[in-house]
């Protein structure tokens, strides 16, 4: 059985950090690509970081970031764990929103962890 679960979301200042975790489960880890994604109120679910070589590697080929994020959100995984994580940092009001991460291609959702941005 697939099991994503995410941790370490919170309520957090403007401009402060928050570290997102995901622990996986049931499927071949370091076989795939890893992202997250966040779904704000009355918006759709979006990518928010993608790493597209399950290797570890951080660097500008193996990584994704939407406009949006880029400068300010970090995916790094441990394959060993079996865990992805996301470093945020500057945080805005607009980053408020549910987290979730997945695989890719999709596997079913976790329950997300929620971020709070306060102004």
């Known amino acids: 059985e697939v099991q994503l679960l995410e941790s370490g979301g919170g309520l957090v200042q403007a401009g402060g950090s928050l570290r997102l975790s995901c622990a996986a489960s049931?499927?071949?880890?370091?076989?795939?690509?890893m992202g997250w994604f966040r779904e704000a109120p009355g918006k759709e679910r979006e990518g928010v970081a993608l790493?597209?070589?399950?290797?570890?590697?951080?660097?500008?080929?193996?990584?994704f970031y939407p406009d949006s994020v880029k400068g300010r959100f970090t995916i790094s995984i441990d394959n060993a764990k079996s865990t992805v994580y996301l470093q945020m940092t500057t945080l805005k009001p607009e980053d408020t929103a549910v987290y979730y991460c997945?695989?890719?291609?999709?596997?079913?959702w976790g329950q997300g962890t929620q971020v709070t941005v306060s102004s």
């Open positions: 997945n695989a890719i291609p999709l596997r079913p």
């Open positions: 049931g499927f071949t880890f370091d076989d795939v690509p």
């Open positions: 790493m597209r070589s399950n290797d570890g590697t951080t660097s500008e080929g193996g990584t």
